[in-house]
C-alpha cells in the first residue's frame, strides 16, 4: 500500500497569503495518477487537481499542482476566504487507492 | 447535471444491519465506476471501494474487505453500502463518489454525494 504523508497538519495564514502544501509518497507515483481535494467544514469533498497538475472543471487559476515521483505540492497563490479548509492528496496509480492524512489552511 | 444523492442519516445498535444508498443522475451510470469513501469523526478519508455498474465488478480495499458489501442495481442508477453487523466503530459519515474516466479502475473522484452520517450506538 502506498503511503501519502502531507505536511504541515495546519498551516496558518492571513488572507492574500501563498500557501505551499506538501504531499510525500511512500514510493514513486506517476504524476498522472495524484489528485488533490479540498474540503470545507460540513461539506463533501471537492477534486481540486487531478493527473498531478491539471485543474478540475471550475476550479480557479490561483490553485496549482506541481511535482513527481514521491514529492507533490499543492500551491494556492493567494487565499481567499473560502480557500480556508482541509487538503487532501489522493494517489491513484494502484489499489487500495489511498489518501494523505489532510492539511488544515486556517485563517492566522 | 450530475448529481449523486445519498440517503439520510442512520442510528443503529451495534450487532444490527444497514443498507445505505447513493442514486446517481445526469450521467450514464453503467458506464463508471463508483466507489465510497468513510471520513470517522474529525479524521481524514479512507477508500473503502468501488463498482462497476454495467457488470457489477467489485474491488474492496484490503481493510474493507469482508467488513462492508458494495452493490449496484442499474436499472435505478443505484449503489449501496451495506452491513450485516455493525460495530461501534463504523461510525462515521460515509461518502459516494463517481470516477472521473469511465473506463480506468483507479482514478480520482470528480463527483461526490453528500454523505451519509452512520451512528451505531448502543
Known amino acids: 500500500e502506498i503511503v501519502l504523508t502531507q505536511s504541515p497538519d495546519t498551516l496558518s495564514l492571513s488572507p492574500g497569503e501563498r500557501a505551499t502544501l506538501s504531499c510525500r509518497a511512500s514510493?514513486?507515483?506517476?504524476?498522472?495518477?495524484l489528485a488533490w481535494y479540498q474540503q470545507r467544514p460540513g461539506q463533501a469533498p471537492r477534486l481540486l487537481i487531478y493527473?498531478?497538475?491539471t485543474r478540475a472543471t471550475g476550479i480557479p487559476d490561483n490553485f496549482s499542482g506541481s511535482g513527481s515521483g514521491t514529492d507533490f505540492t499543492l500551491t494556492i497563490t493567494r487565499l481567499e476566504p473560502e480557500d480556508f479548509a482541509v487538503y487532501y492528496c489522493?494517489?491513484?496509480?494502484?489499489?487500495?487507492?489511498?489518501f494523505g492524512g489532510g492539511t488544515k489552511v486556517e485563517i492566522k | 447535471e450530475v448529481q449523486l444523492v445519498q440517503s439520510g442519516a442512520e442510528v443503529k445498535k451495534p450487532g444490527e444491519s444497514l443498507k445505505i444508498s447513493c442514486k446517481a443522475s445526469?450521467?450514464?451510470?453503467?458506464?463508471?465506476?463508483i466507489g465510497w469513501v468513510r471520513q470517522m469523526p474529525g479524521k481524514g478519508l479512507e477508500w473503502m471501494g468501488i463498482?462497476?455498474?454495467?457488470?457489477?465488478?467489485?474491488k474492496y480495499s484490503p481493510s474493507f474487505q469482508g467488513q462492508v458489501t458494495i452493490s449496484a442495481d442499474k436499472s435505478i442508477s443505484t449503489a449501496y453500502l451495506q452491513w450485516s453487523s455493525l460495530k461501534a466503530s463504523d461510525t462515521a459519515v460515509y461518502y459516494c463518489?463517481?470516477?472521473?474516466?469511465?473506463?480506468?479502475?483507479?482514478?480520482?473522484?470528480?463527483?461526490w454525494g453528500q454523505g451519509t452520517l452512520v451512528t451505531v450506538s448502543s
Open positions: 463518489a463517481k470516477h472521473a474516466r469511465g473506463d480506468y479502475v483507479f482514478e480520482n473522484f470528480d463527483y
Open positions: 445526469g450521467y450514464s451510470f453503467i458506464n463508471y465506476w
Open positions: 463498482i462497476y455498474p454495467g457488470d457489477s465488478d467489485t
Open positions: 514510493q514513486s507515483v506517476s504524476s498522472s495518477y
Open positions: 493527473g498531478g497538475s
Open positions: 489522493q494517489q491513484y496509480v494502484t489499489s487500495p487507492l489511498t
